[in-house]
């Protein structure tokens, strides 16, 4: 989840879906070189899970595989990068022009109609909604951006370590940890959805650090997260830290960076022993990748 922060030339960066003041669109969502992150759009990730939502009702009505990526790159252009003018209304009106009616009379003695619902592809749809050449190449830009996000293989290259030289320290132990998912729009259990942290595989019991000084305003049981703890600090941040085997600060209690805060487990709604970390500022959740 995204600050102002310097990101190493060696990585690509996850570009998220979140805003910080506001943070770029792609810098929210998407794999890019971190040199694109002053030419992309702007979304908060609230505003993603419209598309996501469109897609699905879409899909599920009459039994297509439209992509939401497809409608969310295409109103990246039509918007002009300005998602405030977004809504769940607006993307199912979009998601609806990837949907053609088609009326069949079989030649039978007693004729009958029959209604077929087919896909219509992104390039017509392109051209129905009178996308000039250089928009049209824009929406390929954004799809082939989200698309290039997939496996966390695909984002963090071999041999990429966290530069710790921002605000935050990476919050688990170097070589202790392998990231399993990454922040943005995710499907589990068949579900679609929007995964507000970074997911960190690691052995139950491994040491959990504080990303940076802050005071503990919360730590505890809080129900699908497990035992938790959540951290404020300067700038109107805060860091969460979930599904911990055990807490070892208390409420209100001044912590330093690089305290050790709690130990990873897999309480609460998880399949494993993991550590599920975030970043945000003013509640508004931020791609952790993109302050190292």
């Known amino acids: 989840m995204a600050g102002t922060t310097m990101v190493p030339e060696r990585i690509l960066r996850v570009i998220i879906l979140a805003v910080f003041m506001p943070v770029t669109f792609l810098a929210v969502f998407f794999a890019a070189p971190a040199a694109m ?6 979304a908060e990730a609230k505003q993603v899970e419209y598309y996501l939502q469109a897609a699905s009702e879409v899909n599920e009505k009459y039994g297509l595989e439209v992509k939401w990526q497809e409608i969310l790159a295409l109103d ?5 990068q300005n998602f405030s003018q977004s809504s769940v209304e607006r993307a199912k009106r979009l998601a609806a022009e990837f949907v053609q009616k088609e009326v069949v009379e079989t030649e039978e003695v007693e004729a009958k109609v029959n209604v077929l619902y087919k896909q219509v592809p992104l390039d017509k749809v392109m051209v129905a909604c009178r996308l000039s050449s250089e928009q049209k190449d824009q929406v390929s830009l954004f799809l082939k951006m989200i698309g290039s996000r997939g496996l966390v293989s695909d984002v963090i290259p071999d041999g990429w370590v966290p ?7 990476w919050p688990l132990p170097k070589g202790q940890y392998t990231i399993t998912s990454l922040f943005g729009p995710r499907v589990l259990n068949g579900v679609a959805g929007f995964h507000r942290g970074l ?3 690691a052995p139950q019991g491994t040491p959990i ?4 000084d802050g005071t503990v305003i919360n730590c505890g049981w809080l129900g699908q997260a497990g035992r938790a ?4 600090h300067a700038g109107e941040f805060e860091t969460r830290y979930y599904h911990l085997s055990r807490i070892n600060v208390r409420a209100g209690q001044t912590v330093k960076q690089g305290t050790v805060i709690g130990l990873v487990g897999s309480t609460g709604n998880s399949t494993g022993n993991h550590l599920h ?4 500022r003013r509640k508004t959740a931020l791609d952790p990748l993109s302050f190292y």
């Open 37 to 42: 992150v002053h030419t992309v759009p702007m």
């Open 76 to 80: 990246t252009v039509l918007l002009g």
């Open 163 to 169: 530069s710790g030289r921002g605000q935050f320290i």
């Open 199 to 201: 997911d960190m595989g």
């Open 209 to 212: 650090f504080a990303a940076a």
């Open 229 to 232: 703890i959540i951290v404020r």
């Open 277 to 280: 970390f975030e970043i945000r």
